[in-house]
């Protein structure tokens, strides 16, 4: 197997500074999360932005301040978010691009996202996907296709078919978002089991789900991402700072005999 591959995503759109003081908001807090989570042995960071009221935003002068922090204290690779779970436009969704990170989010198809309150439509339609697919290709971006369900890995494929995604594609296996497919080995499994052969992926597993799905593609050969965007809790009730959450899997995957990616390292497995 290759090298572990853990990457962090400490903010996300979800959490608020009301569910765990640990959440970092601010560039600065962003920034010492990701020195944090490095020493522990994140290689990859995932990077949302918040403004002053703690609401998603895709502010490009916040990215780059955000962006810029991270590289001047850690070699993190880093990967921005093109979220529009707040309904922004195509090219409001595509001003992160422009802070030149290493990889970007992409998420290739829609859902009823129930995780959030109230619940919103995650809408990417095919003419968004392809636009921001279009975009991260012209800036040398590689994408992280998220796939929600399986019939987001079908639309990832095509954009690899269409020569929007360069080989070998990447997917993240999103387990668990409310409206999404649930969060079971067999489920893992299956959507493991749709990739392309020389895909690589990472597993995210939502809430309570998180230790099992990131645990079972260590074994799998798979990657994985953990941090406060996807669960807050370390154990029942128990809040703890991003950089636990990324000691823990180190351990799990040292225990489990799998090697850990350095930032140079895990450069090189994603053929950056």
């Known amino acids: 197997m290759d090298k572990l591959i853990i990457t962090v995503a400490p903010t996300g759109s979800v959490p608020r500074k009301k ?4 959440l970092p908001i601010t560039p600065e807090e962003i920034a010492e999360a990701a020195y944090r989570c490095e020493q522990e042995g994140a290689s990859i960071i995932h990077v949302h932005c918040r403004d002053e009221n703690e609401d998603p935003t895709s502010d490009y002068d916040l990215f780059q301040e955000t962006v810029s922090k991270i590289r001047k204290r850690t070699k ?3 990967m921005v978010s093109t979220s529009g779970v707040a309904g922004r436009s195509d090219e409001e969704r595509a001003e992160p691009l422009r802070t030149q990170p290493d990889l970007a989010s992409l998420t290739t198809g829609s859902l009823n996202f129930t995780g959030r309150t109230p ?3 995650y809408t990417n339609s095919w003419g968004t996907i392809t636009y921001l697919a279009q975009r991260m290709r012209d800036l040398n971006i590689k994408p992280e296709m998220e796939a929600f369900d399986v019939g987001f890995i079908p639309q990832g494929i095509r954009l690899v078919g269409e020569g929007l995604v360069a080989e070998p594609p990447l997917f993240q296996l999103v387990m668990g978002v409310g409206g999404g497919i649930p969060a079971t080995i067999n489920n893992l499994l299956h959507m493991r089991a749709q990739l392309p052969q020389n895909a690589l992926f990472t597993v995210a597993g939502v809430g ?3 230790l099992d799905m990131t645990s079972m593609s260590i074994l799998m050969g798979g990657h994985v991402r953990v941090g406060l965007e996807d669960n807050i809790y370390l154990a029942k009730k128990k809040l703890v700072p991003n950089e636990d959450f990324v000691a823990r899997t180190h351990r799990i995957a040292e225990t489990l005999n799998r090697e ?3 930032p140079v390292e ?7």
Do not use: F, S
């Open 19 to 22: 569910d765990t003081p640990h």
């Open 76 to 78: 993190l690779l880093v």
């Open 119 to 121: 619940p919103v439509v």
């Open 208 to 210: 309570k789900a998180q």
């Open 260 to 262: 850990v990616a350095t």
């Open 266 to 272: 895990a450069r090189a497995i994603l053929g950056l």
